[in-house]
């Protein structure tokens, strides 16, 4: 048990220095002896668990990936209407990247590398499963148009939730991306709701926000899209 322990405390340190170099140097740039020396662990021990970088890498997407499904699936509640639960997924996954290096680095690895060669599937594949069948549930419930196909419904949302990303990490503001996302569910919300339901959907989006951004009033004055 402790020695179980000890490897599982390496492995931990050694991703954790991982994603802090792909941050600081870039993956393509950072070296296993890099991830060593700025770990505390040995080269041995590195090996031990990582064959190679690429592996290093598939294992920082996955478990980036993990932490972001725990997070969605912790929101998709049964008793609360379905659009509900992907607005406060769309804020949950972009707060994580802001708050969480590897999480961060497992959405660069995913945009710059085939997903198919690093890791055991896409977050953004994950997004769109749990989407499209919240959409399903929101059709059945009225709180959407009657004429919204779930699938380009999914996929939009991913699309916008990818478009938010990418712009915030270009702009080293991923701290406000749940800001900039209320803004845009905001303005895409029209198509998707039916009018009498718009003006609460878009009320929920504003007062939902401070559960992920706790200046959040502040933060999108300040911000235009």
């Not at 170099?21 to 393509?28: E, P, Q, R, S």
């Not at 912790?74 to 509900?84: F, H, I, M, N, Q």
């Amino acid at each position: 048990m402790v020695r179980q322990l000890r490897a599982e405390a390496t492995r931990a340190a050694a991703l954790r220095a991982a994603a802090d170099l792909f941050i600081d140097v870039g993956h393509a740039n950072a070296t296993l002896s890099q991830v060593s020396a700025q770990s505390g662990v040995t080269k041995g021990a590195l090996y031990f668990h990582f064959a190679s970088k690429e592996e290093l890498a598939r294992a920082i997407v996955d478990e980036g990936h993990e932490r972001v499904s725990a997070a969605c699936a912790g929101l998709v509640d049964s008793r609360s209407p379905a659009l509900e639960s992907v607005i406060g997924i769309s804020y949950s996954v972009l707060e994580l990247a802001a708050s969480d290096t590897l999480v961060r680095v497992m959405y660069r690895l995913q945009m710059e590398v085939d997903g198919s060669d690093t890791a055991r599937g896409s977050v953004f594949g994950t997004w769109g499963n749990i989407f499209e069948h919240l959409f399903d549930r929101a059709i059945e419930h009225g709180d959407v148009a009657d004429h919204l196909d779930s699938a380009n419904a999914s996929l939009l949302v991913c699309e916008m939730l990818a478009g938010v990303l990418m712009v915030s990490e270009a702009q080293s503001t991923l701290e406000s991306a749940p800001s900039r996302m209320e803004k845009v569910w905001n303005t895409v919300l029209p198509s998707l709701v039916p009018p009498h339901k718009l003006a609460y959907f878009r009320e929920f989006a504003a007062r939902s926000l401070s559960s992920f951004v706790p200046s959040a009033d502040m933060v999108s004055d300040s911000l235009t899209v």
